[in-house]
Each structure stands twice: as structure tokens, then as C-alpha cells.
């Protein structure tokens, strides 16, 4: 079974400050990773995906985040943060095929301070 | 491409009476969806999966009975809260998988339910 772990359910960080979202997997397959943004009362949007490949994923806004097998990490970064960068940012985790279950972490609260 | 719509965006209801949500792959045909639920301020609950022409399969924990989920099309599934009661008040998205662009998945965008 697969299981996604979040630490830091609220980060804080100033306008043009890195940003860093630690996410770590637990997963008896190869996992496939993905990052997802929500705002208020909205669905989710996503950021970034590593399937197969490069293990350093580059997606929307500037977000990349590296797929490290022997950390079982895929951490999401951004060089720069922005305003509109504050949202709620999940990780989640699918076995790729076998269920297709996505699951997900339990979210980081991103706080971009002027 | 790969767009699902999910209606309504907000419903109120009275406690004892059954809501229907809607979730329509708009552009593809969605031979898995999945039902979620996300409380306020946490994270995202696998509820169940559906596939096209077969029974959902619920997650440990949640009540069949209560949330009845049809996938009658490749393009159609439903959540039906039956019964609705205050604690059933939630944020609910519905999920389909993806093959466009490589592997994913893409969401709804939730529906807001109030039972009063």
C-alpha cells in the first residue's frame, strides 16, 4: 500500500524566499509522484508529475520538485516565491497502474508574506 | 484537454433528504473515476472507485449504503448522499484517470454540500 507523509502542515516563507515542500512516499511499486495546488474552494491543479525518466521534474510557475529513490523524497522547490504562490499544496502518491489509486498527503499550507 | 466537470459547485439540503453530484468527462472517456471527500483544512479522502459498467469499490470505512456512486457511462458517474445528515456537510471531487500526456489524473472542480 502506498502512504504519502507531509511534514509541515504550514510553511511560511517572504516574497522572493525559496520555498520548500517536503514530501516523502511509502510505496511497494515504483511509485509515481505528483504535486497538486488548490486554492479556496476549488479543485485541485496540477503542478508537476514524475512517472518515469528524468528524476528532476520541472512544472508550472516555476515549481520543480527531484524524485530521490534512496531518500523516497520528491520534495517541491521554487527558487523565488511569489504572492500568488500561497495556496494549499498536496503530494500524493499512485502504484501506476495496479489500483490507479491516488493518494494523497495531508496538505502544506504555503504562507507567502510580503 | 482531459476536463472533467463536476455539478453542482454548491448544494444545500435538508438533513433526511438525498443529493446527487454530477461528474462528466467533457473531452475523454473515463473508463476509472474516484470519489473524494476533503474535510475543512485537511487533506484529500479516497472514498471509492468507480469503473465504467461495474460496482464501485468503497474504501474501508465508508458506508455504500450512504454514498451510492454510478458509473453507468464512460462518460458519466454520480454520487448520490442518501440520507444526508449535518456530519455528511463536506467538500466532495471527483478524480479520472488520465492517459493524455502520459499517466495522471484530472479533478472536478468540487462541490460544496451543506446539509441544514
Known amino acids: 500500500a502506498q502512504s504519502v507523509t507531509q511534514l509541515g502542515s504550514h510553511v511560511s516563507v517572504s516574497e522572493g524566499a525559496l520555498v520548500l515542500l517536503r514530501c516523502n512516499y511509502s510505496?511497494?511499486?515504483?511509485?509515481?509522484l505528483f504535486w497538486y495546488v488548490q486554492y479556496p474552494n476549488q479543485g485541485l491543479q496540477l503542478l508537476l508529475k514524475y512517472t518515469t525518466g528524468a528524476t528532476l521534474v520541472k512544472g508550472i510557475n516555476g515549481f520543480e520538485a527531484e524524485f530521490k529513490k534512496s531518500e523516497t523524497s520528491f520534495h517541491l522547490t521554487k527558487p523565488s516565491a511569489h504572492m500568488s504562490d500561497a495556496a494549499e499544496y498536496f503530494c500524493?502518491?499512485?502504484?501506476?497502474?495496479?489500483?490507479?489509486?491516488?493518494?494523497f498527503g495531508t496538505g502544506t499550507l504555503l504562507a507567502v508574506q510580503p | 484537454g482531459a476536463v472533467v466537470s463536476q455539478h453542482p459547485s454548491w448544494v444545500i439540503c435538508k438533513s433526511g433528504t438525498s443529493v446527487k453530484i454530477e461528474c462528466r468527462s467533457l473531452?475523454?472517456?473515463?473508463?476509472?473515476m474516484f470519489w473524494y471527500r476533503q474535510f475543512p483544512k485537511k487533506s484529500l479522502m479516497l472514498m471509492a472507485t468507480s469503473n465504467e459498467g461495474s460496482k464501485a469499490t468503497y474504501e474501508q470505512g465508508v458506508e455504500k449504503d450512504k454514498f451510492l456512486i454510478n458509473h453507468a457511462s464512460l462518460t458519466l458517474s454520480t454520487l448520490t448522499v442518501t440520507s444526508a445528515h449535518p456530519e455528511d456537510s463536506s467538500f466532495y471531487i471527483c478524480s479520472a484517470r488520465v492517459d493524455r500526456g502520459g499517466y495522471g489524473y484530472t479533478f472536478g472542480s468540487g462541490t460544496r454540500l451543506t446539509v441544514v
Open positions: 510505496s511497494s511499486v515504483p511509485p509515481y
Open positions: 473531452d475523454f472517456q473515463a473508463t476509472t
Open positions: 500524493a502518491v499512485s502504484d501506476g497502474g495496479a489500483t490507479n489509486k491516488l493518494i
